[in-house]
């Protein structure tokens, strides 16, 4: 009995974990097989093509973005010097504070024709047909860009700066150059860090469908909703979402096949490296590149919100904000703490067995990334519903009862779990494959074991991995909407519920006030961890 | 057999003392209390909910949502659901909860009384509660009224080049082309949206705000757009170059939609319920459920706010707003097969 338990431990662990992600997707795959005949014609012959060719676009422009925004930027700041380094360092995760969809009608509202932008221009020119508009495929693939970079350039600056000096030493005693280094070397072990940067960052662009809608570009997620809202088909809708999941899923295990079974270890302690300082032009350029970054993927939408929140602060400012605030912090501090552990137990339960079955677990359970919002959240109610509906007929048949589970605290944050694992766990999981095999037999000739040695080998190890983990959870957990308030107990307004209020209402002008409220707490976990860790 | 009876009691005590230890998180309401799933955007409906509370001592508790999940989660919850009234915007909405079963038919003299028959359901399953006009603006600088007439005129080719539309995946400009395709058929109502496309100064926008913004700016010199979101940008900036007109006034009339309600299927506090949209309905809620958002009052016997009514009386088509729901996906299809985005 022991020895089976020993031999399926990790399977179930992991086995347990993909639940919360699988019964969603079965919900949503298996309550939609039969495709609705008229709606699938129209589908195919007026939206698919276009669409297909469009989300090719933007995955495709919005990979290219994230990388040219975040490597070389997590490169410059781990191993040069350069005037404001030290700044930069944190100020350029600042944009993961703001939702893509806050980010997008901030854009949109400067640079279209009726903005600010354009209209100073038109003063002084005869008209702005010669600027590029901003509701376009590049402008909504820069906006995203914008927004999701910090995915990678958080993970790759975590590679660059744990990779140990060694390894670039070894380069320059070859007579390779620090940028020589950075493609030979650096890169390729960094790919772990940067592919798992990457895959979040799209399967945000392909849940995403706030920020598109804004832009009125015709996206996965567009069609989606299309079929459910305004051809009232839930079932095509669920159908096109499966589609959606097979798609990243396939995406995700071709990356992983590419990866084969290279480790990424890290020669040595991470003994920080030696920073070189940039000098003269190179100086300017560096700090040049991370300022119009910083400034247009952070100063200008921010200093647009807070000119709005100005506008709308007398009819905005009051005590429930306080509320809606203090609401957002504490759900996004627990959830963020929950799955975190639940991320690093799945981590660990990979590294243990190692198997395919525990790798296919761990896929799975990290799918919920890439299901648009609104679907998971039916897919993450229904369940939960038909259990309360039984557990009332078995228990409270004939009482004055609507709920036993659903509308509390335990199940919003399962409900996250489902959602938000993949950003724990790419994190975590980039972290863990920098211990070393022998580092844990070295432990294990001392006598650990089991959960002894994650807590005494991992853990400290971990440290930088879990702490990136817990940020980037937190501030997804403060800008998500659909999750929040589909499973929300009465009264458990956030920041995000009220900046959804007010969106959909048009007015953008009152939605910056709460806006700004959820960046600024958001940056409160950016600044400690930067202080915590300004990693070499 | 007393083991048996032993056995039976043990089983039975142990469902107790998982029902005591479950109670801990059952939630049920208060007998008095009235649960409201809104669609409706919070700051303009807690207001009035509010002053209910204030007058009859009664609570009022909201989970507001986008309409599509709230009624997910009706269907899902079923007879345990906590919803006595189910609140949202567009009648094509309320059509789609009605279509799901998810309503039960109200008799109510005085809802029937307060709510024009062209506003609310046939079988009394929903009730209009606030009307929506939505019609045609112009830039007051670059257009006359006389060159203006109707949905239709929008369509014509002396508008090449300036017309500036909101996304076609907006339920508001869906329902008005279902309306149309209701009134004038769907191949004048095809012909009329391709019009429109080739019309077009640019691309679709993402809200009726944007296409105001646009006619302002020069962008476009015509558009459409419901008439509250003029009203917030005229109370903050009178100067606003920019006018509505009373669209098809020679024809059927100005496009008409409701915000609207209707008791749950399952409600546990029918009777209350039924007076909440009784409430509503009644001079004193109707004023404040339009003016909060520059709407108009769907009792007739109520004025419109001071603003919106500067803006003169119009001809309201009055088809039933049902139509909205009855003909959505159909124009949905046809705005798709023109290539409005």
């Given at each position: 009995m022991p020895s089976v338990f020993r031999r399926w431990r990790w399977p179930l662990v992991a086995l347990?974990?993909?639940?919360?992600?699988?019964?969603?997707?079965?919900?949503?795959?298996?309550?939609?097989?039969?495709?609705?005949?008229?709606?699938?014609?129209?589908?195919?012959?007026?939206?698919?093509?276009?669409?297909?060719?469009?989300?090719?676009?933007?995955?495709?422009?919005?990979?290219a973005g994230v990388l040219l925004l975040g490597v070389p930027l997590a490169w410059l700041v781990a191993v040069y010097d350069f005037p404001g380094r030290k700044h930069f360092n944190w100020a350029l995760m600042l944009p993961l504070a703001m939702p893509a969809y806050v980010m997008a009608f901030t854009q949109v509202g400067l640079f279209d024709f009726s903005g600010p932008v354009q209209t100073l221009l038109r003063a002084h020119f005869d008209n702005t047909r010669w600027f590029p508009?901003?509701?376009?495929?590049?402008?909504?693939?820069?906006?995203?860009?914008?927004?999701?970079?910090p995915y990678v350039y958080l993970l790759a600056r975590n590679a660059f700066s744990t990779m140990g000096r060694r390894a670039l030493e070894v380069g320059q005693t070859l007579g390779l150059?620090?940028?020589?280094?950075?493609?030979?070397?650096?890169?390729?072990?960094?790919?772990?860090?940067?592919?798992?940067?990457?895959?979040?960052?799209?399967?945000?662009?392909?849940?995403?469908?706030?920020?598109?809608?804004?832009?009125?570009?015709?996206?996965?997620?567009?069609?989606?909703?299309?079929?459910?809202?305004?051809?009232?088909?839930?079932?095509?809708?669920?159908?096109?979402?499966?589609?959606?999941?097979?798609?990243?899923?396939?995406?995700?295990?071709?990356?992983?096949?590419?990866?084969?079974?290279?480790?990424?270890?890290?020669?040595?302690?991470?003994?920080?490296?030696?920073?070189?300082?940039?000098?003269?032009?190179?100086?300017?350029?560096?700090?040049?590149?991370?300022?119009?970054?910083?400034?247009?993927?952070?100063?200008?939408?921010?200093?647009?919100?807070?000119?709005?929140?100005?506008?709308?602060?007398?009819?905005?400012?009051?005590?429930?904000?306080?509320?809606?605030?203090?609401?957002?912090?504490?759900?996004?501090?627990?959830?963020a703490l929950m799955i975190v552990s639940i991320a690093l137990l799945l981590s660990y339960a990979r590294r243990?067995?190692?198997?395919?079955?525990?790798?296919?677990?761990?896929?799975?359970?990290?799918?919920?990334?890439?299901?648009?919002?609104?679907?998971?959240a039916v897919g993450i109610f229904v369940p939960i519903a038909w259990l309360d509906n039984v557990l009332i007929e078995q228990f409270f048949a004939g009482q004055d009862v609507t709920a036993v589970l659903k509308g509390t605290l335990a199940v919003m944050l399962l409900a996250y779990v489902s959602r938000f694992l993949a950003v724990g766990y790419s994190a975590v999981d980039a972290a863990m494959n920098r211990i070393t095999r022998s580092q844990e037999e070295a432990a294990r000739n001392l006598g650990y074991s089991g959960f002894a040695l994650l807590r005494h080998v991992h853990l400290p190890l971990l440290q930088g991995g879990l702490l990136t983990g817990v940020l980037m959870v937190f501030v997804d957990v403060m800008k998500e909407m659909p999750i929040t308030m589909m499973t929300r107990p009465f009264g458990w307004d956030t920041l995000a519920v009220r900046i959804y209020g007010l969106t959909s209402e048009g007015v953008f002008d009152q939605a910056a006030l709460p806006a700004v409220v959820l960046v600024l707490v958001g940056l409160i976990p950016t600044l400690l961890l930067s202080r915590q860790k300004d990693v070499a | 057999m007393p083991d048996n009876g032993l056995l039976r009691s043990v089983t039975v005590n142990k469902k107790v003392l998982l029902a005591s230890l479950l109670a801990v998180f059952a939630g049920s309401a208060a007998a008095e209390e009235i649960v409201v799933y809104s669609s409706r955007a919070e700051q303009l409906i807690k207001p009035l909910f509010d002053a209910y509370s204030k007058e009859t001592g009664v609570a009022i508790k909201v989970i507001s949502d986008k309409e599509g999940p709230l009624m997910e989660r009706l269907k899902a919850e079923g007879s345990n659901s906590p919803a006595d009234i189910f609140?949202?915007?567009?009648?094509?909405?309320?059509?789609?909860?009605?279509?799901?079963?998810?309503?039960?038919?109200?008799?109510?003299?005085?809802?029937?009384?307060?709510?024009?028959?062209?506003?609310?359901?046939?079988?009394?399953?929903?009730?209009?509660?606030?009307?929506?006009?939505?019609?045609?603006?112009?830039?007051?600088?670059?257009?006359?009224?006389?060159?203006?007439?109707?949905?239709?005129?929008?369509?014509?080719?002396k508008w090449k080049g300036k017309l500036c539309l909101r996304s076609s995946k907006n339920v508001y400009n869906q329902s008005l082309?279902?309306?149309?395709?209701?009134?004038?058929?769907?191949?004048?109502?095809?012909?009329?949206?391709?019009?429109?496309?080739?019309?077009?100064?640019?691309?679709?926008?993402?809200?009726?705000?944007a296409v105001l913004e646009a006619i302002a700016a020069g962008q476009c010199d015509v558009g459409m757009a419901n008439t509250y979101y003029y009203?917030?940008?005229?109370?903050?900036?009178?100067?606003?170059?920019?006018?509505?007109?009373?669209?098809?006034?020679?024809?059927?009339?100005?496009?008409?939609?409701?915000?609207?309600?209707?008791?749950?299927?399952?409600?546990?506090?029918?009777?209350?319920?039924?007076?909440?949209?009784?409430?509503?309905?009644?001079?004193?809620?109707?004023?404040?459920?339009?003016?909060?958002?520059?709407?108009?009052?769907?009792?007739?016997?109520?004025?419109?706010?001071?603003?919106?009514?500067?803006?003169?009386?119009?001809?309201?088509?009055?088809?039933?707003?049902?139509v909205a729901g009855s003909k959505q996906a159909e124009a949905v299809m046809l705005m798709d097969r023109v290539g409005y985005k």
């Open positions: 347990l974990i993909s639940l919360l992600t699988l019964i969603p997707l079965a919900v949503i795959v298996l309550s939609s097989l039969t495709p609705d005949p008229v709606i699938w014609q129209h589908l195919l012959d007026y939206a698919l093509p276009e669409l297909l060719n469009n989300t090719l676009w933007l995955v495709l422009g919005v990979a508009p901003i509701r376009s495929t590049g402008g909504l693939v820069l906006v995203m860009s914008l927004a999701f970079y150059s620090r940028s020589a280094g950075f493609w030979h070397i650096a890169l390729p072990m960094a790919r772990p860090w940067i592919m798992g940067g990457l895959i979040l960052a799209l399967m945000e662009t392909l849940a995403d469908f706030g920020t598109v809608s804004i832009f009125n570009f015709d996206a996965f997620t567009t069609a989606i909703y299309k079929a459910w809202f305004s051809l009232f088909s839930l079932d095509t809708a669920k159908q096109l979402a499966s589609l959606l999941v097979a798609l990243i899923f396939v995406m995700v295990v071709l990356e992983q096949y590419a990866r084969g079974r290279r480790a990424y270890v890290q020669a040595g302690r991470a003994a920080p490296l030696p920073r070189l300082r940039l000098a003269g032009v190179r100086a300017w350029l560096a700090s040049g590149y991370a300022l119009l970054v910083l400034a247009l993927a952070f100063v200008l939408p921010f200093g647009q919100l807070l000119v709005w929140s100005w506008g709308a602060l007398e009819q905005e400012w009051n005590e429930a904000l306080f509320g809606y605030a203090l609401r957002s912090v504490t759900l996004s501090m627990m959830a243990r067995d190692g198997g395919a079955l525990v790798r296919l677990l761990a896929r799975v359970a990290t799918l919920g990334y890439a299901v648009p919002g609104t679907v998971l | 609140l949202t915007v567009d009648a094509g909405n309320l059509w789609k909860a009605d279509d799901m079963g998810l309503f039960q038919p109200v008799k109510s003299a005085v809802l029937n009384g307060n709510i024009p028959a062209n506003l609310r359901d046939p079988d009394n399953n929903w009730f209009g509660l606030s009307v929506r006009a939505r019609t045609i603006f112009y830039n007051k600088n670059t257009v006359k009224p006389a060159q203006l007439a109707s949905y239709e005129d929008l369509a014509s080719p082309v279902a309306t149309m395709i209701a009134d004038i058929g769907p191949v004048a109502t095809e012909r009329m949206v391709k019009g429109w496309v080739n019309n077009l100064a640019t691309a679709p926008f993402g809200n009726d705000n009203g917030r940008i005229v109370a903050k900036n009178p100067a606003f170059p920019v006018s509505p007109f009373w669209a098809n006034q020679a024809g059927k009339g100005t496009h008409v939609n409701v915000s609207g309600a209707g008791v749950v299927r399952y409600a546990k506090n029918v009777k209350g319920a039924v007076k909440l949209l009784e409430w509503l309905s009644s001079d004193k809620a109707q004023n404040m459920f339009a003016d909060v958002n520059f709407e108009y009052p769907a009792n007739p016997k109520v004025k419109a706010d001071a603003l919106v009514a500067s803006w003169g009386n119009f001809k309201h088509n009055l088809i039933n707003v049902k």
